[in-house]
């Protein structure tokens, strides 16, 4: 056996030993289901233990991975495993004693330091700055608020008024100001997005603040300002009181509901613009209060145009590439709204796929919920992290004791228990703003792009296609050709 045969079998080994988990999706019931969610979270938890760190500036606080001030590896990272903490703190019995303790101490700790380190605080992060008033921050601190929020009872006095410190800072700084909007190379829809959970979360957990009015009526100028499209500047239909055309003050999406991210069509954006949306009415849920007419408008026309692009693994494909890793982003937060609040069926069929798949993931890298080879490392183990526990958290606020989501597969006849896969319809679709036309059938979907990206992809469909994780996608910078026009006109191949 020579040295690269070798090598082969060692890396399909742990590949083969598990390939039932892998390759074997079914249908989980709603127990299954709740106890996959439990054990992805617990694993994540455990896994993250290796990264936590004591603070320097208070033995009662600390932080999981670098705690620095800005970009996804610090502040961000932190808040998604508090929200996770928290998550199974508050609804799972399956943490043993001196879990529950130990996870306690550190969400409490993880939520000490990133209030002292905030700008309004008096710390700062091992970089030496704080954090705060920035881009994405709003984000970080709609996290931390729903994590804190969940042990709220089990928070001394000082550190909630710390908590609501924050949460105060961050919302008030949108009040004087229009949602952006952008339909062209860099939609505003994701930004817009995590700004709204932020500006959702404050008035439902702080009702009494002398802002929360204005909070709950900016949150909701934000929902119609996630997925708008042009027309709703001239749509005189009454939402929350209002017409949508003096909510809406730029469409962030196309007429066809794409949306264009990165200077290209971005599949991963229209997930996570309409996911935040979801995660907003889970606020109104969690605190028992009615839930804006906004929060989900135009959420449902966005998951019909995403619906073409997915495939039956509950993965989409990316007619114009992408340039984030492969499977770097799992749906299944959205897709456990959907289904659980939307009662959508096709929602819930991904859903249960998507589940199995990130299970099997994480089995195989050891508690780890990062792509292998990912340069984001912890910090896309955390992100994974918050999007199983908002799905989790989707079933405990949307579901009925002992009723799941509905079924994922429908019967065939009457007189059979065999079943076959939703998916959705046969379609042929031109989607002029981004220059890409889509023809789908049972067997295959095929994407040709003309304006941004010359390519073209065919995705084949075959009977029960959902049991197998592997597919292409064109990622820029991996061995994918692209068509390159010279200053001559003429078309070049260029194999990057």
């Not at 033995?59 to 998604?80: K, L, M, Q, V, Y």
């Not at 709003?138 to 931390?144: D, Q, R, S």
């Not at 969690?286 to 619906?307: C, E, K, V």
């Not at 993931?361 to 990912?374: C, E, F, I, K």
Request: hydrophobic share 40%; net charge negative.
């Amino acid at each position: 056996m020579n040295c690269i045969t070798l090598l082969a079998l060692l890396i399909l080994l742990p590949v083969c030993a598990r390939a039932d988990d892998v390759y074997r999706i079914r249908t989980l019931s709603e127990g299954e289901l709740m106890k996959t969610y439990t054990s992805i979270m617990l694993d994540a938890c455990r896994h993250s233990e290796r990264e936590w760190h004591d603070s320097s500036f208070d033995p009662r606080a600390g932080h999981w991975g670098t705690g620095i001030s800005d970009g996804n590896e610090g502040i961000r990272a932190i808040s998604e495993m508090v929200l996770t903490c928290a998550a199974l703190l508050k609804y799972s019995g399956a943490l043993r004693d001196t879990e529950r303790r130990d996870y306690m101490s550190k969400a409490r700790a993880a939520i000490r330091y990133a209030v002292a380190t905030h700008v309004t605080g008096t710390q700062k992060c091992p970089d030496g700055r704080q954090w705060g008033g920035s881009w994405q921050s709003a984000m970080w601190t709609g996290t931390l608020a729903f994590g804190a929020w969940l042990m709220w009872s089990d928070l001394d006095p000082d550190l909630r008024k710390d908590v609501e410190r924050v949460v105060a800072s961050e919302a008030d700084r949108f009040l004087g100001s229009k949602p952006p909007g952008a339909r062209w190379f860099d939609t505003k829809a994701e930004e817009n997005g995590w700004t709204l959970i932020c500006l959702s979360v404050a008035p439902n957990m702080f009702p009494s603040h002398p802002h929360a009015e204005a909070w709950n009526e900016k949150a909701i100028e934000y929902m119609m300002n996630t997925l708008s499209v042009p027309r709703d500047l001239q749509d005189k239909r009454v939402v929350d009181g209002r017409p949508v055309s003096e909510w809406v003050s730029s469409p962030n999406l196309h007429p066809d509901f794409t949306l264009e991210n990165h200077e290209f069509f971005h599949p991963s954006y229209v997930a996570c613009s309409s996911y935040f949306l979801g995660q907003a009415v889970m606020h109104y849920a969690y605190a028992h209060r009615p839930i804006p007419q906004a929060a989900t408008y135009h959420l449902m026309d966005t998951w019909g145009t995403f619906q073409t692009i997915m495939l039956p693994c509950g993965e989409s494909v990316f007619p114009q590439g992408m340039d984030w890793e492969l499977h770097g982003l799992p749906y299944i937060n959205l897709f456990a709204f959907l289904a659980t609040s939307m009662k959508d069926p096709l929602a819930a069929q991904w859903e249960n796929a998507g589940l199995q798949y990130i299970r099997a993931w994480q089995n195989m890298q050891g508690g780890d919920l990062a792509v292998p080879g990912s340069r984001l490392g912890f910090t896309r183990h955390a992100i994974f992290a918050e999007q199983v526990t908002y799905g989790y958290l989707a079933h405990k606020l949307f579901g009925r004791e002992g009723e799941g989501p509905p079924e994922p597969y429908v019967t065939v006849d009457r007189q059979t228990t065999a079943q076959r896969e939703l998916r959705p319809p046969e379609c042929v679709r031109h989607f002029s703003s981004i220059g890409v036309i889509l023809h789908r059938t049972q067997s295959k979907l095929l994407t040709f792009s003309w304006k941004y990206k010359i390519m073209g992809m065919l995705a084949p469909i075959g009977e029960g296609h959902e049991g197998n994780p592997h597919f292409t996608v064109p990622i820029t910078n991996g061995f994918v050709g692209s068509i390159e026009l010279n200053a001559s006109g003429d078309a070049g191949m260029k194999v990057v």
